[in-house]
């Protein structure tokens, strides 16, 4: 038996044999081209149309967040720019392969530079110039193997063309040596509910191996023996019993309510999210109506996109974001260009203070979607990292109209000061995302410094007891609605540190709402004490699964 380190997506648990990913083609030669230029140009250009059609017909079969991520990768097959380098390569008497593959990994290598959220995006490119160099061949795209019987497929990277279509029959589980937390793998996986471990650096496992993956435990285990195969299927049977219990609302063995409520990044989940039991919305991101526009949307868009996700949670609690800009998304009408650290610049709230008349009309917007609806809305500042950008917000957001108005707590000197700012705001969500990222001063889309972008560290364990201690001091609601509250057993530990709702993708729910039930909050403040006074992260969750 051999372990292999990674990082899990989700908490599930599979087994079976290893099925590698088809090997990519092999490169194309620089050999001059034996057809004239107009005929190479006419080849590729048919074979890129085929492959943008391919990949939308594709997203169209896959539907949802992957549908998004297909029609961007089409654009980029067919992108001008990309097209005239290419021409200008044939001009010189390249191929069509040749001068696609050099000027596609030429583009990749700009964006691989670029680093973080664009970084990843390099992996997408390099699958569609490989796509188009396939249909040139007359060949097969490379892609996931058909055996015939289930198995757990290794890659590199899964492009989002593979990821998205994967036989959820076939495929147990899906283990990749490239990519992090943020890759498309991580992403859609974690929306599909596949089993999956990223990132495991070379890991050297054969065809027909049979090995063990286990997200929770952020492993692959490599030719296990019976016994362990005999726990992983223990495992993922009280797993599927977790998930297709009834729903009920959040709560703790002793009755504590404990709201469990939705993450959202468009009002298009509200129908998924209500299925699965979200008992209102806890984080909805607005950065999906800014990201693809050169200017921000009017208030009437704004309000009639708003107005959507507040009927559909008529009734319920909803938690707007506004507008959280900078960093790995800038906008051009909002942020600066050449910060050199733009984790570390004018983002969230910061951004929104300097051009303030973004924010006004994205709260006058949401306060007339407020008027017209019967949702509970509340809204909320990025990023917030000082006493007075919450009383700037709030103070803003109220003199607009809304009525219950807080900040987002995501970088420690809010963390810090979360008494002082309590009294201003009326309530705190912890974004443990960013909050661990500056806690741990470890960028959250870097795969090198990834062991050090845990939420289980007791520094962040530590500051959100602070928020929860500042909260309580005020009666104030604290809650979570970073990644940190879809893993299980962290969110008996939040609870334990006194958080009061648990926000998440709603595909965690179902087990965050079983893992809650086990534990009362006497457990859940044992579990949390002795999480909190562990050494690292490793330690915390390994005393935190000793006490529960
Ligand atoms: C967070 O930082 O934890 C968070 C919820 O915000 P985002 O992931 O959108 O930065
Ligand atoms: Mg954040």
Sequence with gaps: ???????????????????????????????????????????????????????NERGERAGGSARDVLEAQAMMAEDPTL????????????????????????????????GGYLGERAADLADVAQRVIAQLRGAAAPGVPDLGHPFVLVARDLAPADTALLDLDQVLAVVTTDGGPTSHTAILAREKGIVAVVGTGDASLTEGQTVIVDAAGDVVVADPTPDEIAAADQRAAARAAAVSAPITPGALADGTEVPLLANLGSPDGAT??????????????????????????????????????????????????????????????????????????????????????????????????????DADLWVMAPMVATVDEAEYFTALARELGLRTTGVMVEVPSSAILAEEILRKADFASIGTNDLTQ?????????????????????????LIRMVADGGEKNGKPVGICG????????????????????????????????ELKRHTIDDARRIAAAAVSAGDAAGAKKAARDAA
């Design 1 to 55: 038996m051999t372990e292999i380190a990674g990082v899990g997506i989700g908490q599930g648990i599979a087994h079976g044999p290893v099925a590698l990913m088809a090997a990519p083609l092999e490169p194309p030669t620089d050999a001059p081209s034996t057809r004239t230029p107009d005929e190479e140009k006419a080849l590729v250009a048919s074979a890129v149309s085929a492959t943008a059609a391919d990949l």
């Design 83 to 114: 097209a005239e380098a290419v021409e200008a390569k044939i001009d010189g008497g390249a191929t069509g392969e040749y001068a696609v593959h050099t000027s596609f990994v030429e583009f990749a290598e700009q964006l691989a530079e670029l």
């Design 272 to 373: 998924e999210a209500l299925e699965l039991g979200a008992e209102g919305v806890g984080l909805f991101r607005t950065e999906f109506l800014f990201l693809s526009s050169d200017e921000a949307p009017s208030v009437a868009d704004q309000t009639a996109s708003y107005r959507l996700l507040l009927e559909a949670f008529a009734g319920k609690k909803v938690v707007v974001r506004v507008l959280d800009a900078g960093a790995d998304k800038p906008l051009p009408f909002l942020t600066d260009a050449d910060e050199e650290n733009p984790a570390l610049g004018r983002r969230g709230i910061r951004a929104l203070q300097h051009r303030e008349h973004v924010l006004r009309d994205q709260l006058t917007a949401l306060a007339e979607a407020d008027s017209d609806t």
């Design 438 to 462: 500056y806690t741990m001063a470890a960028d959250r889309l870097l795969g090198t410094v990834a062991h050090l972008q845990s939420p289980w560290h007791p520094a962040v364990l530590r």
């Design 483 to 514: 990644e940190a509250a879809a893993d299980p057993l962290l969110a008996v530990v939040l609870v334990g540190l006194g958080v009061t709702s648990l926000s998440m993708t709603p595909a965690a729910l179902a087990e965050v709402r079983a």
